[in-house]
């Protein structure tokens, strides 16, 4: 759906819900991105009707009961191509015993549902019928000043939803704001018990702060809020050691998609010489819930520094595996970063890239010899075959076996002398 397509859309499930007789309006985060000139993602509504009524109004088949028992129904766009929208009844929300997610809601008015909401930009609505802004918390303001401000006592803010730490954080990074000085504080003060937020959340949190345009300052506020030492330890642990230089590396990688992003992160730790590198990535995978992709690539890519930064002094047997490597775009985005922070001509980039340039059948050729030619000449099939083929295989990359029958000679004369 084009953007004006999505909007028109989100004008029309206004419309239904208000020639129904209920309230409906625009609510949250594409108020605060219309405000600033921008274009929302995504548009939610925030309306008087019970999800039921939603349900009625639009049809089953038209919605989807995404969060039914906080009040939050998908209306479908007419067309697959995205721009559904987010239709949430006015609510209040209790208490928050798990300091993630509240106990119960309660359906209530748009004032009220305005208090529940994290940050004052955020908390905004808008009519898109008479065009105005219904602002019950001062986020206009606090948008003209740049500050991230939570709605009400933020210490009590941050203590129901420890999540919200991360957003201030994030949304600060993406528009330029600064974070208002008693959520400053309360984020400051609440900062380790961001432990109790799932990896998952944790991940997402990370992945999009990474992702803009102040990832490092969104860095440093992390350290000095406390919050890196919950969200990344690993880094936390060194920062003393390590911070001005993962700030050169990030800032060398703005922009960059977040697999490098990350082995920036990472590469001043591995660097320490205190971590083995299958353990560190282990252990980020397992809390931040990565894929196996993902975390194979942020292996790689810290693994292969070494190799990468001198490649052109080693046998070529040894740099042709990296080269082939699924991930060695990481790798060579990282390596390119490293470069850049450390002021060092990107020579070795170069050759990279020209090694990288070259014929699928020159970079990486068939080998010369498989399993069933050493059965062939009579071998036994056994563990001694993998170490064996490799041998083959790094002298043939090295040019020390131009053909087949080379390879051959080789291995039977390695046997027989073995
Ligand atoms: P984005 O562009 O990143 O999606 P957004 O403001 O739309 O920004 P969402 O996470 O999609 O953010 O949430 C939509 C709205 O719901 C927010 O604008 C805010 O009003 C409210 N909200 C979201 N998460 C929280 C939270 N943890 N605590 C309180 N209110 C929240
Ligand atoms: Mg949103």
Aim: charged share 25%; hydrophobic share 45%; proline share 5%.
């Amino acid at each position: 759906m084009t953007q004006d397509a999505e909007r028109l859309f989100a004008v029309e499930v206004v419309e239904r819900l208000r020639a129904a007789g209920h309230q409906a309006l625009w609510a949250g985060g594409c108020v605060r991105d219309l405000l600033l000139g921008g274009q929302p993602a995504d548009y939610d509504v925030a309306t008087s009707a019970t999800p039921k009524q939603v349900r009625q109004l639009f049809g089953h088949r038209r919605t989807l009961p995404v969060g039914v028992s906080f009040g939050v129904v998908l209306v479908l766009a007419p067309k697959k191509a995205g721009g559904d929208v987010e239709v949430a009844t006015f609510r209040t929300d209790s208490t928050y015993s798990d300091g993630r997610r509240p106990d119960a809601v309660t359906f209530s008015t748009a004032k009220e549902d305005a208090q529940r909401r994290d940050f004052t930009i955020n908390g905004m609505f808008f009519d898109p019928l008479s065009e105005e802004v219904i602002d019950y918390v001062d986020g206009q303001r606090d948008l003209k000043r740049g500050l991230i401000r939570a709605i009400g006592n933020a210490d009590e803010r941050i203590a129901e939803d420890k999540l919200r730490m991360l957003r201030a954080v994030r949304f600060a990074a993406r528009f330029g704001f600064e974070i208002e000085a008693e959520t400053w504080a309360a984020v400051s003060r609440h900062a380790r018990q961001v432990a109790v937020v799932s990896g998952e959340r944790i991940a997402v949190e990370i992945r999009k702060t990474l992702g803009t345009q102040r990832a490092p300052w969104a860095l440093d506020r992390w350290h000095t809020s406390g919050l890196l030492r919950s969200i990344l330890p690993e880094v936390a642990e060194h920062w003393e050691s390590i911070g001005d230089v993962t700030l050169k590396l990030l800032r060398e990688l703005l922009g960059a998609p977040w697999p490098s992003q990350m082995s920036g992160l990472l590469c001043p730790v591995v660097e320490t010489g205190t971590r083995d590198i299958p353990e560190l990535i282990a252990s980020l995978k397992t809390r931040l819930k990565l894929s196996n992709e993902e975390s194979e690539s942020l292996r790689f890519a810290v693994a292969s520094q070494s190799m990468l930064s001198k490649a052109r002094q080693l046998p070529w047997s040894q740099v042709q595996p990296g080269l082939i490597h699924p991930h060695i775009d990481v790798a060579l985005s990282l390596l390119a970063a490293r470069n850049a922070a450390a002021g060092v001509r990107p020579e070795d980039m170069d050759w990279l890239l020209s090694q990288l340039a070259l014929p699928p059948e020159t970079l990486d050729p068939k080998p010369l010899l498989d399993g069933s030619d050493l059965i062939e000449i009579g071998l036994r099939p056994g563990p001694k075959f993998r170490g064996l083929l490799d041998r083959v295989r790094a002298m043939q990359l090295d040019g020390q076996l131009a053909d087949r029958g080379a390879a051959l000679r080789w291995v039977r004369q390695f046997v027989a002398t073995d």
